[in-house]
């Protein structure tokens, strides 16, 4: 009974396109999270939700969306694909939304973008 | 802005030995860090944190100890076990704040 899910676990596609990972956590947290491991490894916050509430909204280009239809759900959403959005996208879950609440973190989507 | 340094990509170390993983930070305002786990094909999983108000912190066979004047933190694992063989990611965050900046990870192999 996986407690936080993403789906799909790979994506490969042509640049310019539009493509969403999901994500889904069953564990009842209020916090949910999108995190960015790049190809040197780098595990990046992008953007973070509370309650439905966007809290964190680092630094990304606007290609990326992240929605969240309810506390349960957070899916992120990008445009016009780019060769370097190419990387593994990690969701997160936590009770609360401070940095030391520990996180549960779902298995990965690598995507790749041709 | 590399705020979390972990130096060292890969560690190997014989079953049985301490294994000892080390993380630098730069950022003075840090004062909670944490250590994940992470095997392949899986995401991390929380191992071990500590507070800044302490510098040292035990679970088990996992300690993480705190050097707050040399900004410097390290997990030892003892007896290192072959389940232990994964990548080690630090992580830290300042005080009420909502995000984690993680290290890039040490892969530890533990030597059967």
């Known amino acids: 009974d996986t407690a936080v899910s993403q789906t799909p676990k790979y994506l490969v596609t042509q640049m310019g396109n539009d493509k969403s990972i999901k994500c889904e956590q069953n564990l009842g947290h209020d916090t949910m999270y999108w995190y960015k491991q790049d190809s040197k490894k780098f595990l990046k916050i992008m953007f973070s939700y509370n309650n439905k509430e966007l809290i964190i909204n680092e630094t990304v280009p606007n290609r990326f969306s992240p929605k969240s239809p309810d506390k349960a759900h957070l899916n992120l959403h990008i445009n016009s694909l780019e060769l370097g959005d190419s990387a593994v996208y990690f969701c997160?879950?936590?009770?609360?939304?401070?940095?030391?609440?520990?996180?549960?973190f779902g298995p990965g989507t690598r995507l790749t973008v041709l | 802005d590399q705020q979390v340094k972990q130096n060292s990509p890969s560690l190997s170390v014989q079953e049985g030995r301490i294994s000892i993983l080390n993380c630098d930070y730069t950022n003075s305002m840090f004062d909670y860090f944490l250590w994940y786990k992470k095997y392949p094909a899986e995401g991390p999983t929380f191992l071990i944190s500590?507070?800044?108000?302490?510098d040292k912190n035990e679970d088990g066979r996992f300690t993480v100890f705190l050097n707050k004047s040399a900004k410097h933190l390290s997990l030892h694992i003892v007896p290192s076990q072959p389940g232990d063989s994964a990548v080690y990611f630090c992580?830290?965050?300042?005080?009420?704040?909502?995000?984690?900046?993680f290290g890039t990870g040490t892969r530890l192999t533990i030597i059967p």
């Open positions: 500590i507070s800044s108000i302490k």
């Open positions: 997160a879950s936590s009770q609360g939304r401070l940095a030391w609440d520990e996180q549960f």
């Open positions: 992580a830290a965050s300042a005080h009420g704040n909502e995000k984690l900046t």
